[in-house]
């Protein structure tokens, strides 16, 4: 009788079409609301993941869809009232996003085999990025906007420092800040995150003796670029050669850094060996030029020179999924008025995307096919056409085993073509419509009328 009731309740499409990975009862028993007639905590959840699978639609969209589930059910229609809406996104609680996420990795985690490792470790890309959210004082005061454009005239922006599981696809953690704060010191947070026999890859912004030294000593291991500044003053004859493109060299403890506390720098090695690979790549100009990883991977048998810079251009994977989440679902910007809701959309946005990689998982387990192949937009695409077709299929458990296969099946078959030297310049092709930029404040500006008649050339 009681799980009669909570099918019954359970009214989202999307739960049915993904109740493999976070099945109704289990949602319904961490749900704090359980009474509240229109929007407990499972139905608002749904709501919000609607809107995030279909390009951060409105409230007044995912209300909509509110509406027309509890019509199907036969359960009392709410009215419409966005802000009854918005104010169940807000009592949308930690804890129950904690369950979500916690519930997402571990059957993510079940589908790891040997062919998601490499020698052994699990490979972990970290990188930094930044969302807009909107201009309002209390997201300003927070998150304030880039120091290079004038006040009442730019958007608060808020700084993202996450890491990928590279084999999975899979958004482990995530550190909001502002956008002006380095990203390193979003690695310093998460280091104690990161599981004996991880690799972190990362860029050049991340290489430092504190950073590195901190990871090993959680067995931890690195592979990132050098420095910008030890390459300036880098003597390739130092160290010991291993080989001709890779030298085991000895870095000492240098000067404590003001952020770091006296205590926590005691904790450091006072000298720590790293090895030291040279390889060719190219830049962003597309030029070719010398590389210098630094990696405590330092046996050159176990680990040969050129699969440690293989492994580094792996690192590049992380820019595509932030792409993936930020382009390709349409998160460029928030349309959140508070801090509070920025940092739990965030939160939102990396559960969904998880979300759809544990349902790429599903359909690719048993087939020789890795996740990276699957187009992300093919399997929202897939995802829009097929979701109206489990409306209602929650109590019919065979015809919904049947549907979930079909859809897996046609995600499987949407394979994309992995070029590893493709050029990926940062640019914009799409050109703006020819209006002149916000100089000053809105009730400011002076418009000059024929300003926006010049057409700059191509």
């Known amino acids: 009788m009681l799980r009669e009731k909570i099918l019954k309740e359970s009214i989202s499409d999307y739960g049915a079409l993904f109740g493999e990975i976070l099945p109704p009862e289990t949602l319904h028993a961490e749900s704090r609301d359980r009474r509240r007639r229109h929007f407990p905590m499972a139905v608002t959840f749904w709501a919000w993941a609607s809107q995030l699978l279909e390009g951060n639609g409105s409230c007044a969209r995912a209300l909509t869809r509110v509406q027309q589930w509890c019509a199907q059910a036969g359960l009392p229609i709410p009215e419409f009232d966005t802000s009854s809406y918005c104010r169940a996104r807000q009592r949308l ?13 571990s059957h993510t985690e079940a589908r790891r085999d040997n062919r998601h490792l490499w020698k052994g470790h699990r490979l972990k890309a970290i990188d930094g990025t930044s969302v807009q959210l909107m201009d309002t004082p209390a997201n300003q005061q927070e998150y304030p906007q880039p120091s290079t454009q004038k006040p009442g005239c730019g958007f608060p922006v808020i700084g993202i420092v996450g890491v990928l599981d590279l084999s999975l696809g899979r958004v482990d953690n995530h550190v909001p800040a502002p956008c002006n704060r380095h990203d390193s010191k979003g690695l310093q947070e998460l280091c ?3 599981k004996p026999r991880d690799i972190v890859i990362a860029d050049r ?22 420095h910008q500044r030890r390459e300036a003053k880098l003597d390739w004859q130092q160290g010991e050669k291993l080989d001709a493109d890779s030298r085991l060299v000895v870095w000492r403890k240098p000067q404590r850094p003001d952020n770091v506390a006296p205590a926590e720098w005691e904790l450091l090695p006072e000298a720590m060996p790293v090895r030291l690979v040279r390889m060719q790549g190219r830049g962003r100009d597309g030029k070719g030029r010398t590389l210098y990883i630094v990696t405590t991977l330092l046996d050159a048998i176990a680990y040969p020179t050129e699969e440690i810079a293989a492994l580094y251009a792996e690192r590049w994977k992380i820019e595509v999924k932030f792409r993936d989440i930020k382009t390709t679902m349409g998160m460029e910007r928030l349309e959140v008025r508070s801090p509070a809701m920025a940092r739990k959309t965030l939160r939102m946005v990396i559960i969904v995307y998880n979300l759809l990689k544990a349902l790429q998982l599903n359909a690719i387990r048993g087939e020789d096919i890795l996740i990276d192949e699957l187009g992300f937009k093919a399997t929202l695409d897939a995802i829009a056409e097929f979701r109206c077709g489990f409306a209602g299929l929650i109590r019919n458990p065979r015809l919904l085993v049947i549907k979930r296969r079909e ?35 809105r009730h400011q500006y002076v418009e000059i009328l024929h300003r926006s008649h010049y057409r700059k050339a191509a």
């Open 93 to 105: 609680s930690e804890q129950f996003l904690d369950f979500v996420e916690k519930r997402i990795t």
């Open 192 to 194: 104690g995150l990161f």
């Open 205 to 226: 912004g991340f290489c430092s003796f504190e950073l590195i030294a901190k990871l090993r000593r959680n067995q931890v291991e690195s592979v990132m670029r050098l």
């Open 407 to 441: 859809l897996e099946e046609r995600i499987a078959e949407r394979l994309i073509l992995i070029r590893p030297r493709r050029t990926e310049p940062r640019v914009v092709k799409t050109r703006p419509k020819p209006y002149p930029f916000l100089t000053s404040p």
